[in-house]
Structure formats: C-alpha cells, structure tokens
C-alpha cells in the first residue's frame, strides 16, 4: 500500500473535477460536518476507505457526551458548556487544549440538535455515570452501539446531495505555491488514482493507533498492547502534517481501556465497574481505584502478571450489564462465568481463596480502600467474572488546530485551506492516558465536524464575496 505524500503542483490530468469542501472520512466527524454544510448549501465529498463507512465510531459504544441539548434538557438534567468544561479540565488536571475545551463543549449542544433535525433520536443514558461527569450528558440511541451510529449517521447523509465516495483511500494531496490543498488523489480498489479539486479541505479520517512504527515511536507503552481500534487509523493526517510542516500537540494522549475482554476481543462496559464492580489480578487482589476511568485502567491491567485482570461483579450488576449489546455478545461468546461462592470465583481466577475472602470482605458500604476508592455497597454471591486485558482503542493527539479548526503552522498560523478534526486533530484529553474523560472520542469528533464545517461555510462565503467584489 502506498504511504500518504503531499505532492506540488496540480494533478496529472486536463480535466480536474472539483467540489467547495473535499472530507476525508466518513466516520461520526466526516458525517456530521457534511450535514453542517449541506444545511448551509454547500456542495461536499466525502472519500472514505473502507466499503461501508465505519471506522472508530463503530467499534464505540456510540455514547456522545453533550451539554445542553434538546434532549437534555427535556430529561431535565441541570448542565451547562460551563459545566462540561470543567469536568473535562478536572479530568485532565488543567493539561487539555483550553480553547478546544470551550469550543467544543459550547458546540456540543448545538451540534447534537443539528443530528437530531436529521433524524437520529437520542436518549440520555440513565443510571449510572462514567468516571468524571458529574451529570448524566451521555447521548446514545436506543440500540446502544457505535454500530448504530454510525448507520443513522450515514443515512442522514444520504439523505442529502452529499456524495459518499467508498473504496477510496486518500494517499496524496496537492498543495499549490500559496501553501493551499488543491486536490486530493485516491487510490481506487483496481490500483487507479482517482483525482479530485477543492476550495476546502478537511481531513476527519484517523487517528494513528493502527500504525505500529508510529504506536512505538509516540506511545511505547502500548506499543505491544492489543489494538482494539479501526486499521484505518494508518496515522496519514499526522504524516501529511509532517510533510507540510504543520504543528503537531498531545500524540501522548490517547483512550485506553481496562475491560477488554480475554481472549475474546468484547469490549465490556465500564458500567460493571461503576455499579460496584471491581478488578482483581491473578493474585486475587485488588490493585488500582477502578473509578478514575477506563482510560487509565488499561495501563494498570498491563501491569498485572500476563497483562490479565477479572471484572468481579454480583447479580445486580449482571441485570445492568446485559442492557449493553457488546456485553450480550462477549456472554454469548462465553466470556462470563458463574461461582456460586468464593472458592468457586478462586478456582476460576487461579488465586488463593484467603487472598480473595480478605479482597472481597474490604468491599463493603462507606469502606474506603487504601487506594482511595469508597464503596456504596457490597458484593454478594453468586458472583460473576469476566477475564480482561489492557487495549489501545485510539489515539487523542494529532494535528494542532485552533478553535475553528484550521490547522496550523508551529508559529502558530493557520493553513489557508486545511482543517483538521476529530482523530487527525489533537483533542481535549491532555498529553496522557489518564485524562480521556469517556466520550472524548466522539465529542471531538461530532463537535469537531460540526465546527470545521462551519469554519469552511463561512470562508467559502469570504471568498466568494471578495471575487464579487473584485469583479
């Protein structure tokens, strides 16, 4: 497969087509800045690689976080951008990019209303809340799954003149002596380069978790870990930025996770943990405060011997967990076991059954362990157990942009024409593991394309307002 390159000049051809606003991807960003510009008139492609639009969006548990929406506010849940912001930047111990932590948590709102006109109907997730949000801002369809989506998304869009152009990996773009993206070459399934202009251009395609040299040289920590993200995510935005010159913040930022199921590659919702669950080792002894987030566990299950933990949890959670369509898939995949008592959860984990009794009877209501977590209440036989192991789901660094998303120079200056948003753009979960608040992913993504979009309507109007003007 060829690597992503910038070449000078105009493409080979006499006949270039053109379109206002070339989109590279069409996951949850790509999608959602299409319908910002068909609303507003604009004319748009969307080049994707794979045969179906999927990417991240569809291995999340498709949960966007947003902040004063329609549906938030119907559910009457008291929130603010203000608010948002601010559980981010706890979340990130002040580390995230501030102006994208107000842009996007102002566009949140906004943004998830736009979907919603386009016919996605969200609920908010209700019951439980994912470590760092103090209000429940979890939107999520009735199906739960990232799958789901990223299908009504697509069908939104199809809805409109926008073009979804499949099997197209973007491996080239064209930059002119201005500095501007004039065209974009793809590589079509029978080795063709297909060629195509633009006044804008917006890269919403990957992030870099997918590409191993890149894993190892930015994140050697997870160089080895299990991927559980999109191959996609190849790193071209971050390449392409590099031959350009452009800025470049956070590559030591990305979303990890702690619950990813062994050897059954099922991601287990972190909602086992929140309603009182808890991880042990092969020892069968607790070993970090699970309520910080999902994030960081990753690192600490890598740490444990052979990179292996148990979510241990009871009934009442079980009843929770089988809500979520991911769970139902790793059960059926035979991933949960049953044990009746604790000798029987010891045999499963191949630990000391003294070392778990003492484990299990620290968990208790108004306990505070040692590592700082208290316990609402306990956890009572039959017990269940799933094995897990530390993944890498996606990266959270990349291209430096501003609060419109245009990317830019180390000075600081933006590129003419390019904008960059959701997983080829730096995001708002700092330069570490341990500050992804759950949902960052998708809120840089659908709040990224909304902006971006946005961004490019109002400069195609600048610029077709300063040629009336010179005509």
Request: with cysteine; glycine share 12%.
């Amino acid at each position: 497969m060829s690597a992503p390159v910038i070449r000078h000049g105009l493409p080979p051809m006499d006949d270039l087509p053109h379109v206002s606003v070339v989109i590279v991807g069409a996951g949850a960003c790509g999608l959602t800045a299409a319908l910002v510009l068909q609303d507003a008139g604009i004319d748009c492609v969307l080049l994707e690689r794979d045969a179906l639009p999927s990417g991240s969006t569809a291995l999340s548990s498709g949960f966007i976080p947003a902040a004063g929406s329609e549906v938030q506010r119907a559910a009457g849940i008291d929130d603010s951008p203000h608010r948002f912001a601010g559980d981010i930047t706890g979340k990130t111990q002040g580390t995230a990019a501030a102006h994208l932590v107000r842009a996007y948590t102002e566009a949140s709102g906004p943004a998830m209303d736009l979907l919603a006109r386009h016919g996605l109907r969200f609920e908010i997730l209700d019951g439980f809340l994912y470590p760092g949000h103090t209000v429940r801002r979890m939107h999520s369809l009735p199906e739960r799954t990232g799958a789901a989506l990223m299908a009504a998304l697509e069908r939104a869009v199809q809805a409109t003149d926008a073009a979804i152009l499949t099997r197209t990996l973007v491996r080239e773009l064209w930059v002119d002596e201005a500095g501007r993206v004039c065209a974009v070459g793809g590589l079509r399934p029978d080795g063709s380069m297909e060629y195509l202009g633009c006044d804008m251009l917006l890269l919403a395609c990957n992030g870099f978790g997918g590409n191993a040299a890149l894993r190892a040289e930015l994140l050697p920590e997870m160089a080895n870990a299990v991927y559980g993200g999109h191959e996609g995510n190849d790193g071209s935005a971050l390449l392409w930025g590099r031959e350009l010159g452009a800025a470049q913040a956070d590559l030591g930022g990305y979303q990890g996770h702690g619950s990813w199921a062994s050897p059954h590659g099922v991601l287990i919702s972190w909602a086992v943990i929140m309603d009182g669950g808890i991880q042990i080792n092969r020892e069968g002894r607790r070993f970090h405060d699970e309520t910080h987030g999902y994030s960081e566990a990753a690192v600490h299950v890598l740490a444990q011997p052979d990179g292996i933990a148990w979510n241990v949890f009871d009934g009442q959670t079980l009843a929770l967990a089988r809500t979520f369509p991911d769970f139902q898939d790793a059960e059926a995949a035979g991933a949960l076991k049953t044990c009746a008592d604790i000798d029987a959860l010891a045999r499963v984990v191949g630990c000391d059954a003294t070392i778990l009794r003492e484990t299990l009877d620290t968990v208790s209501p108004g306990k505070t362990a040692g590592d700082g977590r208290t316990f609402a209440r306990g956890i009572a036989a039959p017990y269940y157990a799933v094995k897990v192991t530390g993944a890498l789901f996606h990266t959270q660094g990349g291209l430096d942009i501003d609060a419109h998303c245009r990317v830019l120079t180390p000075d600081g200056e933006p590129f003419p024409n390019l904008l960059a948003a959701g997983g080829a753009a730096r995001g708002v979960s700092g330069n570490a593991v341990w500050g992804y608040l759950s949902g960052n992913g998708l809120l840089s993504a659908v709040a990224g394309g909304f902006l971006a979009a946005h961004t490019a309507v109002d400069a195609l109007a600048a610029q077709s307002s300063s040629q009336e003007t010179s005509a």
